[in-house]
């Protein structure tokens, strides 16, 4: 049973994990409001606090806003994602 166990560990990766591996990167925050901030991940701390960077605003999918920095409350996040592609294929 421990070879099971030891196979699934080796493979799996933890919230935390995928957290870290995306900093600088591309994401796409998801607020509990329904709006979704796209930017560059810099930051997060375990309250899920999150700045970002080139961060811009879309209400019900239209582009409301551009900010150079932006900070979010990390009660306020649903989710965040990784992006496909590029950020205003400028990034």
Known sequence: MSG???KASGTTKTPADFLKSI??????????????????LTCLD???NIAMEQTE??????LKN??????????????ISTTKGT???GA
């Open 4 to 6: 099971v166990g030891e």
């Open 23 to 40: 900093r600088g990167k591309p994401v796409v925050v998801k607020l509990n409001s329904g709006v979704d901030y796209r930017g560059i």
């Open 46 to 48: 375990g309250y899920m």
């Open 57 to 62: 605003e879309y209400v019900n999918g239209q």
């Open 66 to 79: 551009k900010y150079g920095d932006a900070f979010v409350r990390g009660n306020n996040v649903l989710y």
């Open 87 to 89: 950020l205003s294929d």
